[in-house]
């Protein structure tokens, strides 16, 4: 059996996604399914998608291929988990509970708690420690049928823990199954030894840690949280410039708490997304729009918060790409769980199940500029997809907060198997 050979049959539906760009408008809801359907995946790489008569009459001998039968089966794409924060050291549980009695997320920084907390563990953990959790956080994800995933910095706030971050996640690419996409998140806080000097900080990021990533290749992607109390709109455009001339495409934690205008900095720049955007203004999620930035929205993260959910019912109508992600991070919303994410935009963003097909998908894809290869089953993109045992999309908000993922393929490999 040649390695990366896989023939799926009988699926009940194969639900394609199928398109090489992001996904607007009425499209969302668009999934081209594929009844009774097949998939042949060649060295990786998907060969053939059509019904399974089809496929079978073009690709006779099958001695060279794992056969699956997916009788009674769904064949969706692997998920694309856009934005994380998945290397990291320390919990934060007891802020989860301080949350609980009605401090809030702001006033939980100010005690020198949130981000600056986890800076301080993920600062002492060594690289092996957070190499070894991140695995355990991977093979997690796998089970949810995550087949790439962003990772950002952003717990270091010093050239030594920002490196070691980033060198974490490229080992985890090198030796894991699922794919990952580094973000340099260096701006993500005012360490301590900065406050109330964030100009002095951003410098230091721009002059001692950006050019090192940019030149190492250590990052695909810049980000900054440009929010109240962190950074303005005017320093979140100065390193994201700098980034952008360094050849870093841009990315931006946008108007998540307060509305300061981090949607119409994202669409001005291009981003390739704009994150969070729980109070974005609709003139930017307009501009988002013309300008072809994805809406990452993050509802794990207001759920956990306990904050009002981004417009995602405004920003699908007026034709901005909206992909959907855990934010995964040991503070605001630690969790990697796909199907928590499908019933919170689903019953609480009035996005249709289908929509949020799309925005796990193809246009999470878009969100990390690899629509192009994932995020659909298309002949010519990477094998990587996932099998339910149930005959039905439908089912992954019905069965709640439960996976229904039976199979994982990556790259023409069986990589998870609830029945192994």
Not at 50 to 60: I, N, S
Not at 176 to 197: N, R, S, W
Request: proline letters at 2%; hydrophobic letters at 40%; one cysteine or more.
């Amino acid at each position: 059996m040649n390695k990366g050979n896989i023939l799926i049959k009988n699926a009940s539906e194969v639900v394609t996604c199928s398109g090489f760009e992001a996904k607007t408008g009425k499209e969302m809801s668009d999934l081209k399914i594929i009844s009774d359907g097949a998939v042949i995946i060649e060295k990786g790489i998907i060969k053939a998608v059509d019904k399974t008569d089809k496929v079978l009459r073009f690709f006779e001998d099958t001695n060279n291929y794992q056969v699956i039968d997916a009788s009674g089966k769904s064949v969706l794409p692997g998920f694309v988990d856009s934005h994380t924060h998945f290397v990291f050291g320390g919990y934060r549980a007891e802020e989860f509970c301080w949350r609980l009695s009605g401090i809030s997320y702001m006033d939980i920084m100010q005690r020198g708690g949130g981000i600056i907390n986890t800076v301080k563990a993920t600062r002492a953990a060594s690289q092996k420690e957070l190499y070894n959790e991140g695995i355990k956080r991977l093979n997690s994800m796998l089970s949810f049928g995550i087949t790439t995933v962003e990772g950002k910095s952003g717990y270091g706030l010093n050239y030594e823990t920002e490196i070691k971050q980033l060198e974490v996640m490229d080992e985890l690419d090198k030796t894991h199954p699922i794919d990952i996409v580094k973000t340099f998140l260096g701006a993500h806080a005012v360490p301590e030894e900065y406050k109330g000097k964030e100009d002095k900080f951003l410098d230091y990021i721009i002059t001692e840690i950006l050019p090192v990533v940019a030149e190492k290749r250590l990052a695909e992607f810049c980000d900054i949280f440009c929010e109240k109390n962190v950074f303005s709109i005017e320093q979140s455009k100065r390193l994201l410039l700098k980034a952008k001339e360094m050849g870093l495409g841009l990315k931006i934690h946008a108007d998540e708490i307060v509305q300061l205008g981090g949607a119409e900095l994202a669409a001005e720049l291009g981003a390739v997304s704009a994150d969070h955007l729980l109070q974005a203004s609709e003139r930017g999620i307009k501009e988002m729009a013309r300008a072809g930035v994805v809406a990452t929205l993050l509802p794990g993260t207001a759920f956990s918060l306990k904050e009002p959910y981004a417009k995602a019912r405004y920003m699908i109508d007026n034709h901005c790409a909206v992909a959907l992600a855990t934010d995964m991070n040991p503070g605001s919303c630690f969790t990697e769980s796909i199907p928590l994410i499908f019933a919170l935009a689903t019953i609480y963003m009035n996005m249709s199940v289908e929509e949020a097909i799309s925005a796990l998908t193809i246009n999470g894809a878009a969100a990390l500029n690899r629509a192009e290869t994932i995020g659909s089953i298309d002949v010519g993109k990477k094998g990587d997809m996932s099998i339910l045992e149930f005959p039905s999309y439908k089912y992954i908000p019905y069965h709640l907060g439960v996976s229904c993922v039976e199979k994982v393929i990556k790259n023409g490999k069986i990589i998870f198997d609830k029945e192994r």
